[in-house]
């Protein structure tokens, strides 16, 4: 998701706000359950519609840029590879100042990164999305979200470290994550034509079923660039074999895993001090994201 643009929502995001703006726009569905999804998520707010339907609406200005995005490309994507179905795109009405869609409830459950049960045949799975994204040739592609050089992350990532010196009940070693992360910029970049991206393959946007992948959702941060942008889950999510598993899978190589490293290490050192006292998953996730990167390294 792209958390990069804040907004304030004037009105609140409730089911009451749903359903009216579903009975205003989508008469069809009127007077269908309507009840919040919970969700670590702090872009968007999901909701329910019935059984088999799930309106999200974005919570911020980025957010609704992502909602945009999706409207129109995932349509262009669906025949190409499994993506979520757009079925309404709402829009901004009873005092909600953004587009919002309507989407096919697409059942599955949320993966535990410490208690995966399958997590080298997820792993494999993920590297067959990951690659089935890369061999999308559609044209006038947007740029993936955070999807160019590795050094347009310095600034805020040296910020972030030192945050986190100033927080030592974190327990965070700000030598050691300064080190990888110069490491990753000491890599060679990618000089290849950009390449097709989900560019957020968080634990929140992986569906599980029977412990193997059956869906990935929120695409808000796609399209084109460096191939290490879809690296995030050897370390968001995967233990030690699975990313291994997934490596292998994908047939990454050295200059290719030390930008994804870096990548992965970015995204948990900016988000740890601001989500700590904000959103515990997102927290809890970055930590283990430092962890697991310190520990591959």
């Known amino acids: 998701m792209n958390a990069g643009k804040q907004g304030t929502v004037p009105v609140p995001v409730d089911e009451v706000l749903v359903r009216r703006l579903v009975a205003g726009q989508f008469p069809h569905w009127d007077g269908l359950r309507v009840r919040r999804q919970p969700s670590g998520g702090t872009v968007n707010a999901m909701f329910r519609l019935g059984p ?11 957010g609704a840029a992502d909602v945009v995005l999706e409207q129109e490309w995932l349509p262009r994507l669906a025949p190409l590879l499994p993506v979520p179905t757009v079925v309404g795109s709402g829009q901004p ?8 869609s ?10 535990e990164p410490d208690a995966l049960r399958e997590p080298v045949g997820l792993a494999r799975d993920l590297a067959d999305f990951v690659r089935a994204m890369r061999e999308v040739g559609l044209p006038d592609a947007p740029d993936a979200y955070r999807g160019g050089p590795l050094a347009s992350l310095d600034s805020a990532t040296r910020a972030a470290i030192d945050a986190l010196r100033g927080i030592p009940e974190e327990g965070i070693d ?3 994550v300064a080190a990888v992360w110069a490491d990753s910029l000491a890599a060679p970049g990618w000089d290849g034509p950009p390449v097709w991206l989900h560019a957020d ?3 929140g946007n992986v ?3 029977g412990g193997r992948l059956c869906a990935v ?5 796609m399209g084109t660039g460096d191939p290490a942008c879809d690296l995030f889950p050897a370390w968001n999510l995967l233990p030690a074999e699975g990313r291994a598993a997934f490596r292998e899978s994908l047939g990454v190589d050295a200059a290719t ?5 870096g990548r992965a290490l970015s995204q948990a050192l900016i988000s740890l001090p601001y989500h700590r006292s904000r959103n515990a998953a997102m927290a809890t996730n970055a930590r283990h994201v430092i962890r697991a990167v310190l520990r591959d390294s």
């Not at 895993?257 to 490293?261: E, F, S």
Request: some cysteine; glycine content about 12%; hydrophobic content about 50%.
């Open 52 to 62: 088999d339907l799930v309106v999200r609406l974005p919570l911020q200005a980025g």
């Open 93 to 100: 009405a009873e005092g909600f100042p953004w587009p919002w």
């Open 102 to 111: 309507v989407f096919r409830w697409l059942p599955g459950e949320l993966p």
């Open 174 to 176: 700000g030598n050691a």
């Open 201 to 203: 393959l968080m634990p």
């Open 207 to 209: 569906l599980l079923r």
């Open 217 to 221: 959702i929120d695409f808000g941060c």
């Open 257 to 261: 895993w030390r930008r994804g490293r």
